[in-house]
């Protein structure tokens, strides 16, 4: 089975700081990852997936993120937070059973303070 | 191209009422998922559809049928809803499920059991 964790439910910087949400993951295989966004009342919306070849994956809205499987990690970083990207963020896991539906984290609320 | 659509987007139920969730795509894709998300636990999967006429259980089944109607539509039913079933539930697609495609998700609906 797999598994995803995300530490810290609430992150909160400041508007042009570093942004940093943690993602770990449990596979017995080489794994699928993805970052999702989900802004308020809407649905998710693709920010970056690692599939194989290069750990450094880019994204959209300037957000990248490192795969680094020593460390069964896959953290989302941005080097300066902007007002618009409050929202919630989630880490998921593809499943490697056949189906490829993901398994997502308990997801983490990202606020931009001015 | 309106993506994946969900119908209806709010909804209130009482204890043992019935209501059929619809969701539509036109990208042509061939698999489907329903997912209910609820605080703190991100999303989890219900059911999904690998491909036209097919569907399988994922991970909270109980409580829920869905049908695949053609290759645009796969619904899901509550047939006797429990205070337990109020939540968001999103609908999304993908291509297939023999590579790590994108899934596309709609805008959900939240559903209410009193």
């Known amino acids: 089975a797999q598994s995803v964790t995300q530490l810290g439910s609430h992150v909160s910087v400041s508007e042009g700081a570093l942004v940093l949400l943690r993602c770990n993951y449990s596979?017995?295989?080489?794994?699928?990852l993805f970052w999702y966004v989900q802004y308020p009342n809407q649905g998710l919306q693709l920010l970056l997936k690692y599939t194989t070849g290069a750990t450094l994956v880019k994204g959209i809205n300037g957000f990248e993120a490192e795969f680094k499987k020593s460390e069964t990690s896959f953290h989302l970083t941005k080097p300066s937070a902007h007002m618009s990207d409050a929202a919630e963020y989630f880490c998921?896991?593809?499943?490697?059973?056949?189906?490829?539906?993901?398994?997502f984290g308990s997801g983490t609320r990202l606020q931009v303070q001015p | 191209n309106a993506g994946v659509t969900q119908t209806p987007k709010f909804q209130v139920l009482k204890t043992g009422q019935s209501m059929t969730l619809q969701c539509a795509q036109d990208?042509?894709?061939?698999?489907m998922y329903w997912y209910r998300q609820d605080p703190g636990m991100g999303l989890r999967l219900i059911y999904y559809s690998a491909s036209e006429g097919t569907t399988d259980k994922g991970e909270v089944p109980n409580g829920y049928n869905v049908s695949r109607l053609n290759k645009r539509e796969f619904s899901l039913r509550l047939e006797s809803a429990a205070p337990s079933q109020t939540s968001v539930y999103f609908c999304a697609s993908s291509e297939g499920t023999g590579q790590p495609y994108e899934q596309y998700f709609g805008p959900g609906t939240r559903l209410t059991v009193t």
């Open positions: 596979s017995s295989v080489p794994p699928y």
């Open positions: 990208m042509n894709h061939n698999s």
């Open positions: 998921a896991v593809s499943d490697w059973t056949g189906r490829r539906a993901l398994t």
